[in-house]
C-alpha cells in the first residue's frame, strides 16, 4: 500500500508495543489532521452567526433605485453664457450630441439610431393610446344609449364620450370637460362663463348692427351706446375669467354645450 494514501501516525499511549499504527484513510474517513474540529467553524472569514439572509431581489431594486437617483440627479451646467441647471441624463445626452456635432461617427450613429427608435416606440405608444380611447367612447355610447332605451335615469360617465377630442393627425386625445365627478362643479361654472361670453358676444354684434341702421332717434341711440359698452365690459372679464383655458377648446366646448342643448346653436 502507497504511504501517501495510508499515512502513518505516531505511536499512541496503549499501542501495542509502541509499534507505528497505520491511519486507515478512504471514502468517508478524511485524514485525522484535515477534519473539521468540535467548535471551530470550517470557514471562519465566512457569514457571522445570526446574520439575516439577504433577498437578492431587493438588493436588485436597491441598485436600480440608486441608479435612477444618480441618473436625475440636478447638476449645474453652461447654456449660452448662462448657469442652468437640468439632471445627469441631460448633461449626458448635451455631451453625446456636443460630440456628434463635431463629426464623431460612432456617435452620430448612436444619436440617429437611438431617436428613431424612441419615435418608433412613441408613435406605437400613441396608436396604442388611441385604439383604447376609441374603444372607452365606443362602450361608453353603447351604456348611454343602454340606459337611454330602459328609460333609466341620466348616466353619468367620467369623461363623458362627447368631450372627448380626437387629434388623428397628432395622435392625442384631449378631454375637455370633467374627468371624474370631483370637477364636475368647476366645469359647470366654466361652462356658465363660456355660454355668458357667448351670449354677450351675440347681444354686442346685435347692438352695433342696431346701431349701424337708420332711424334711430338720439336718445334710443345713446341708451343703446351705453348698453354696448357695457356689454363689453361684461364680455371682456368673461374672458378674462377664463383666460387659462385656450381658445380653440373654448370654442370646442361651446359647440359641444350647443349641441348638449345648453346654448343657442
Known amino acids: ?43 471562519p472569514a465566512g457569514r457571522p452567526k445570526g446574520a439575516r439572509n439577504r433577498s437578492p ?7 436600480r433605485e440608486t441608479a435612477l437617483a444618480e441618473v436625475y440627479r440636478e447638476v449645474r451646467a453652461t447654456d449660452g453664457g448662462r448657469t442652468i441647471v437640468i439632471t445627469m441624463l441631460q448633461a449626458i445626452w448635451r455631451a453625446v450630441i456636443a460630440k456628434a456635432a463635431k463629426g464623431d461617427f460612432r456617435s452620430i450613429k448612436y444619436v440617429i439610431d437611438k431617436a428613431g427608435e424612441i419615435e418608433k ?17 365606443k362602450r361608453a ?7 337611454e332605451a330602459a328609460g333609466a335615469e341620466l348616466l353619468e360617465i367620467y369623461p363623458h364620450p362627447d368631450d372627448m377630442r380626437f387629434d388623428f393627425d397628432r395622435g392625442i386625445v384631449d378631454i375637455i370637460g370633467p374627468r371624474e365627478p370631483e370637477e364636475r362643479e368647476i366645469w359647470d361654472q366654466i361652462d356658465a362663463i363660456i355660454l355668458m361670453e357667448d351670449g354677450t358676444v351675440a347681444e354686442i354684434e346685435r347692438l352695433e348692427r342696431t346701431l349701424e341702421g337708420s332711424g334711430l332717434e338720439p336718445e334710443e341711440a345713446r341708451s343703446l351706446c351705453e348698453r354696448l359698452e357695457i356689454m363689453k365690459r361684461v364680455q371682456k372679464r368673461l374672458t378674462n375669467s377664463n383666460a387659462s383655458m385656450p381658445p380653440e377648446d373654448k370654442a370646442w366646448r361651446l359647440r359641444r354645450l350647443k349641441k348638449a342643448g345648453r346654448g343657442k346653436a
Open 121 to 137: 416606440e412613441k408613435a406605437a405608444q400613441l396608436v396604442t393610446n388611441l385604439k383604447a380611447a376609441v374603444e372607452y367612447q
Open 1 to 43: 500500500m502507497d504511504g501517501r494514501d495510508t499515512p502513518l501516525t505516531q505511536p499512541q499511549p496503549g499501542d501495542v508495543d509502541g509499534a507505528m499504527q497505520v491511519e486507515k484513510v478512504g471514502y468517508g474517513r478524511p485524514p485525522v489532521r484535515t477534519r473539521y474540529q468540535p467548535g471551530r467553524s470550517g470557514n
Open 141 to 147: 355610447y353603447i351604456e348611454i344609449e343602454r340606459h
Open 57 to 63: 431581489a431587493r438588493e436588485v431594486e436597491r441598485a
